[in-house]
């Protein structure tokens, strides 16, 4: 009975996990047209590094998140990186896609980027409101 049991529970995962794959590839698919190219975008815009354009693109909860002077110390951080000119690669982020079952739906992209200083690491993590992606997380970090 308890083999029985074990295989049920085996078959029922890797059904679900077959699922979760097949979800995060169609909104990979889905997102590939709109949210790749406003990544772009945003990165363009917001690498002059200028408090009331980078305002722009966050989204509410991410503006809430820290104060101005945190605000400050973080463009002046990113500032060193320079303007952004594209991305060298892109990647989709399957298990954000995935926690979006449980949630507010998140799009995350992390790859290499090339600056006017060189490439560097990004992670974006977006929200699509209204038509429109605003940026909820940013990190960026020198490719060593």
Known sequence: MQ?????IVVALMVTVVIMLFFYTNREKDM???SAE???AQIMTEI???????LLLHLAPEAKQSFTDEQLSDWL???REFGR???????NFSRVASAFGLFGEKK???FGVAHFSTGEINFNITLIERGGYFLVYNLALTKVS
């Open 3 to 7: 083999i029985q049991t074990l295989r």
């Open 31 to 33: 997102y590939s047209k």
């Open 37 to 39: 190219p406003a990544v």
């Open 47 to 53: 690498s002059g590094w200028e408090k009331n354009v």
């Open 76 to 78: 002046n951080l990113y």
């Open 84 to 90: 952004f000119r594209s991305i060298k690669e892109i």
């Open 107 to 109: 799009i995350n992209y």
